[in-house]
């Protein structure tokens, strides 16, 4: 009979202990890794989408918000799109699903990424773009005045042209993209003053080296009088001086805009290669998260955040010159 009772007692304790142990592991925000809970451990969580990964810059941006966040104390998570607006609006809700806190987005398309940002509204998390603006759904949007960039870049190769003028190649960034279409608008109003100056507009390469090389190979086949390359990134710029090189045409001017290191050193080395615009992508990606962490936290911030540019030409571009992948902001 005693038995009996020592062994009831065992059952009863061992119940409740099975008990409490489901109750731990199913409470809202307890120990379990898995949860997604809201919080990253020692503060907040920021979800990253990014249009693609296919460009230094691209990178450099990522890396700046990485060292951001990790400095503020904040987790991010990222997502690369792949340049596929499908896939990057179910990234959005993705992240969203893991609960982060804000969001980041580089739209790959302004116009095609609505349905992510409906989806963050729904949910109630503020979203911040960074580079690339929206026509509207974002509470703030950090970038730079691509417009100003083109505007110093087609002052540059005016210049260089002089009253002679000639033929200006065009190579562009993405289509429908309000960065291309604001490189593009500020380079033609610079150079407008002289009538001479015939721009020959090439395809869009989507800010990527290898697509301009085969853009200009052909380009240069048809223009074989070009006197200038203006292209809405350096890498594409830089793929367009090669093909240059690969057919002896050191005649011809080329301008870029993103300070990408390798063309400021082709700037100081004083070659072909005229002119590129400031846009440091590691201040871009820092200033980003600090913005994204001033909405989430209720502060006002201004719905448009210029991260400043500047020229770089022959004159300044030893100043620039150094061991990072893009010029450093705060040099001149």
């Known amino acids: 009979m005693r038995m009996k009772r020592i062994f009831g007692i065992f059952i009863a304790t061992s119940t409740l202990a099975s008990l409490a142990a489901c109750s731990?592991?199913?409470?809202?925000?307890?120990?379990?890794?898995?949860?997604?809970?809201?919080?990253?451990?020692?503060?907040?969580?920021?979800?990253?989408?990014?249009?693609?990964?296919?460009?230094?810059?691209?990178?450099?941006?990522?890396?700046?918000?990485?060292?951001?966040?990790?400095?503020?104390?904040?987790?991010?998570?990222?997502?690369?799109?792949?340049?596929?607006?499908?896939?990057q609006n179910n990234d959005i809700q993705d992240l969203i699903t893991r609960g982060v806190d804000v969001l980041l987005i580089n739209p790959v398309d302004p116009k095609g990424v609505k349905a992510g940002l409906a989806a963050a509204?729904?949910?109630?998390?503020?979203?911040v773009t960074v580079d690339r603006p929206v026509p509207s759904g974002a509470a703030a949007h950090v970038g730079r005045d691509n417009k100003e960039m083109g505007r110093l870049v087609g002052a540059e190769v005016a210049k260089a042209l002089g009253a002679q003028g000639g033929k200006v190649i065009e190579i562009k960034g993405d289509a429908g993209g309000a960065v291309a279409r604001d490189r593009s608008a500020?380079?033609?109003?610079a150079v407008a003053a002289n009538k001479k100056i015939k721009i020959v507009a090439g395809p869009y390469c989507d800010y990527i080296r290898s697509k301009a090389v085969t853009a200009m190979q052909d380009l240069l086949q048809t223009n074989t009088d070009v006197k200038a390359v203006y292209?809405?990134?350096?890498?594409?710029?830089?793929?367009?001086?090669?093909?240059?090189?690969?057919?002896?045409?050191?005649?011809?001017?080329?301008?870029?805009?993103?300070?990408?290191?390798?063309?400021?050193?082709?700037?100081?080395?004083?070659?072909?290669?005229?002119?590129?615009?400031?846009?440091?992508?590691?201040?871009?990606?820092a200033t980003a998260v600090s913005t994204a962490l001033d909405v989430q936290s209720g502060k006002k911030v201004a719905a448009t955040v210029d991260?400043?540019?500047g020229l770089i030409d022959r004159a300044n571009a030893a100043t620039y010159t150094g061991a990072t992948t893009f010029a450093l902001a705060g040099k001149e």
């Open 307 to 309: 991260a400043g540019t």
């Open 186 to 189: 500020g380079f033609h109003e």
């Open 231 to 285: 292209a809405h990134n350096d890498d594409m710029a830089l793929g367009a001086l090669q093909v240059l090189k690969e057919n002896n045409r050191t005649d011809v001017r080329v301008a870029g805009v993103d300070g990408l290191m390798e063309a400021v050193k082709s700037i100081a080395a004083d070659g072909p290669y005229l002119a590129t615009a400031l846009n440091d992508p590691i201040s871009l990606g």
């Open 121 to 127: 509204a729904a949910a109630g998390i503020p979203v």
């Open 24 to 87: 731990v592991s199913t409470t809202p925000g307890g120990t379990d890794s898995g949860s997604g809970g809201k919080k990253a451990a020692g503060g907040l969580s920021i979800g990253f989408s990014q249009a693609t990964q296919q460009s230094p810059f691209y990178v450099q941006l990522r890396t700046g918000a990485e060292q951001a966040a990790k400095k503020a104390g904040a987790k991010l998570n990222f997502a690369d799109a792949g340049d596929d607006v499908t896939k």
